[in-house]
């Protein structure tokens, strides 16, 4: 059974295939889900952050919530993943990032948790700063290396992508060339040390909106050719192929999130070609807020989009979707996450 979840403005989504239909339903109501992460060896096992309630986790594939612990219960989580390689009895190591930016480790589901500081102790750390509140930043995207137990990429909104490689206790800096303003980043369980990043730099810096790196973060390129809009948001990789992408953009933070200005789409990449539009079959770009993207962990070539105009699939890597028809609309406001 596919589950997408889906991170709305209010609620979290559970939108599952169940004999060829679609059902919806709404979990965590009024806590503000803002980050879902699936663990990538049980997947009934879900986890959310949300914005002022802290971490919650279910067992049972969406159906029922707790929250995590005591020490996070009220805290702005706005990232979170779980670790393929580091395991703790049947449940993966979890770390979570925050706004105010802080991480957090938990090696026994999520009962206890441990701080993390020293990323905070960073050379670049005073620098970092989210512009609407320019005071603070906070922990956009956690990713976990699949070939390297304990490595862990760590991307902060705005100013630094950085690596831990001993779960979390010490610390490598953004380097020179490193993306400074990544909203999405992705490894690939066939593509030891490639990082893909989708990152607003190229709003300030065109060309730099796509990210890549082939040894772990240590040096990245631009591989850009064919993208118009540099404002880049959404990413997501086939499982079967780790040179097809998917990444969702704007022309500036504006068009992306401002539903009055919304102007936003979808680009596709094979291969070592350029990137191409792909949109047949999703609504105009003019209206359309930025996509969040997933692609299916268990079925090569499907991928799924949400933003405020619905939910759609793709069969076909990303060349033509399709609405997934709900009984409810559905947006993606926030995060989305798919399990089989």
Not at 293 to 307: H, K, M
Request: net charge negative; hydrophobic share 35%.
């Amino acid at each position: 059974m596919t589950t997408i979840y889906m991170a709305a403005d209010d609620t979290l989504l559970c939108v599952r295939e169940k004999g060829g239909r679609w059902q919806v339903e709404r979990q965590l109501e009024g806590r503000r889900p803002r980050c879902v992460a699936i663990d990538p060896l049980r997947p009934e096992r879900v986890w959310c952050g949300t914005a002022g309630s802290g971490l919650w986790r279910s067992l049972d594939g969406g159906a029922s919530w707790r929250s995590a612990s005591a020490r996070l219960a009220t805290a702005s989580v706005s990232a979170v993943a779980v670790s393929p390689n580091e395991r703790a009895g049947a449940d993966g190591v979890v770390y979570a990032g925050t706004d105010p930016s802080a991480l957090f480790r938990s090696d026994d589901g999520g009962l206890t948790w441990e701080a993390l500081p020293g990323m905070l102790a960073l050379p670049s750390a005073p620098s970092w700063s989210f512009p609407p509140r320019p005071e603070t930043s906070h922990v956009r995207w956690i990713a976990l290396d699949p070939w390297e137990a304990g490595t862990l990429y760590v991307c902060i909104e705005a100013g630094a992508l950085v690596r831990s490689r001993d779960g979390g206790h010490t610390w490598d800096d953004r380097v020179p060339d490193g993306p400074r303003d990544t909203h999405t980043l992705a490894v690939h369980p066939r593509a030891p040390g490639r990082l893909y990043s989708a990152a607003g730099d190229g709003f300030s810096l065109p060309g730099h909106g796509y990210n890549e790196s082939r040894d772990r973060g240590d040096t990245w390129t631009h591989p850009g050719q064919g993208i118009e809009r540099h404002y880049l948001y959404g990413l997501a990789v086939d499982p079967g192929d780790p040179d097809t992408i998917l990444v969702s953009a704007a022309t500036s933070p504006r068009t992306a999130h401002d539903p009055a200005a919304a102007d936003a789409t979808i680009y596709r990449r094979s291969g070592d070609g350029p990137w191409q539009e792909a949109r047949e079959g999703l609504p105009e770009t003019n209206g359309s807020l930025r996509a969040f993207l997933a692609a299916n962990p268990v079925q090569p070539g499907t991928f799924y989009a949400g933003n405020n105009r619905g939910l759609f699939r793709s069969a076909d890597a990303g060349i033509t979707w399709e609405r997934i028809p709900t009984p409810i609309p559905v947006t993606a406001d926030h995060a989305i996450a798919v399990s089989i």
